[in-house]
Nanobody, 123 residues
Framework: QVQLVESGGGLVQAGGSLRLSCAAS????????MGWFRQAPGKEREFVAS????????VYSDSAKGRFTISRDNARNTLYLRMNSLKPEDTAVYYC????????????????WGQGTQVTVSS
């Protein structure tokens, strides 16, 4: 089992940047495919990005591609999401998630979730 705690959210102006972190408990962090999702008010939770066990494979949603970068530090049990050129439509609660399988863009492919961190982008 792994516990996930996100941090780094906040209020930022359009065009600004934020870096989200997700600290994982336990010594098996490197065995999980990790992902970031987000959920805006009134909308379903949607995939943002995922990264394989040692970071060799990274997948991004169309909205994240070219602006966001997912990375992980297995020595620190930490997942990151660097977000640049933020837009008001990026406003959402951002969640990190761990998959004991192959991961993917769907929420059911992940086994563990953090509590989320709010990102608000003002215009």
């Amino acid at each position: 089992q792994v516990q996930l705690v996100e941090s780094g959210g906040g209020l930022v102006q359009a065009g600004g940047s934020l870096r989200l972190s997700c600290a994982a408990s336990g010594r098996t962090f490197s065995t999980y495919v990790m992902g970031w999702f987000r959920q805006a008010p009134g909308k379903e939770r949607e995939f943002v990005a995922s990264i394989s066990w040692i970071g060799g494979d990274r997948v991004y949603s169309d909205s994240a591609k070219g602006r966001f970068t997912i990375s992980r530090d297995n020595a620190r049990n930490t997942l990151y999401l660097r977000m640049n050129s933020l837009k008001p439509e990026d406003t959402a609660v951002y969640y990190c998630a761990a998959s004991g399988g192959l991961g993917g863009p769907r929420t059911y492919e992940y086994d563990y979730w953090g509590q989320g961190t709010q990102v608000t982008v003002s215009s």
